[in-house]
């Protein structure tokens, strides 16, 4: 049974001063008992206000490594990339910021690499952001031929390419993601969504558990640990 806390807000700036500062004090907390902290942030729309709050806390970010949740694969000037986004506001505050990504559109290459990458880095991350899509996909876990091994691949793989089918609309293009297993072996989850379409979408994959029929309930199904859930309302 997922234990999710869904805390709503209706104004912008204060959904995103809250996720934030959650975020800031995991991190604070990762430095404080390690040294240093590994997190994976979501792309897409939603994370650019939080990104903005975030980008003022203060901390040691040169200790801080971060990695995307899932990429799409595209040059990193490609205004459809998701590492693009996070460097352009973390390098400058000195964080290590990690792409998973290449521009090689064999996604099965594209994942194994990313896998590799992922392989060397000192495990398990600190905390995992999960934005979610209104046809239900999180990071980029989609309906299609690589569904199951993103959700039920060996454990020990962190990354996967994934073809959706059909093809997102808004990023019609291969990707990259984090697997199922190494979601779940973040020793925090957080989720920030907008709107009620996200809200309802999510409250029923909730619901649904193992049965439910998209990519972010599969995910979160089983998960033990209590999740956070920033909805800011529309
Ligand atoms: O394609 C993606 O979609 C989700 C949701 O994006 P949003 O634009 O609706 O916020 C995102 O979390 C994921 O990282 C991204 O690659």
Do not use: C
Request: aromatic share 6%; charged share 25%; glycine share 8%.
């Amino acid at each position: 049974m997922i234990e999710a806390e869904f805390w709503d807000y209706e104004d912008e700036d204060e959904w995103a001063d809250a996720v934030a500062g959650d975020i800031g004090f995991i991190i604070e907390q990762a430095l404080d008992a390690r040294g240093q902290a590994l997190v994976a942030f979501p792309g897409g729309a939603t994370p650019g206000p939080i990104f903005a709050k975030l980008a003022k806390a203060k901390l040691k970010w040169k200790n801080v490594t971060i990695i995307p949740t899932d990429d799409r694969l595209v040059a990193v000037n490609d205004p459809l990339s998701n590492v693009a986004g996070i460097a352009k506001v973390f390098i400058p505050l000195g964080a290590r910021v990690l792409p998973i990504a290449t521009e090689n559109k064999d996604h099965k290459l594209a994942g194994n690499a990313a896998d590799a990458r992922l392989q060397e880095l000192h495990w398990p991350p600190d905390l995992v952001w999960l934005g979610i899509g209104t046809d239900g996909h999180t990071a980029s876990i989609f309906p299609g031929p690589d569904l199951d091994e993103a959700l039920n691949g060996p454990k020990a793989r962190r990354a996967v390419g994934v073809l959706p089918d059909p093809l997102p609309a808004e990023a019609p293009v291969p990707r990259v993601t984090l697997t199922r297993a190494a979601i779940l072996s973040a020793r925090t989850l957080t989720i920030a969504i907008k709107g009620a379409e996200k809200q309802k979408v999510l409250e029923r994959a909730i619901a649904d558990g193992p049965s439910s029929s998209v990519p972010i309930g599969r995910v979160l199904a089983d998960y033990e640990q209590p999740i956070d859930i920033h909805w800011l309302t529309d």
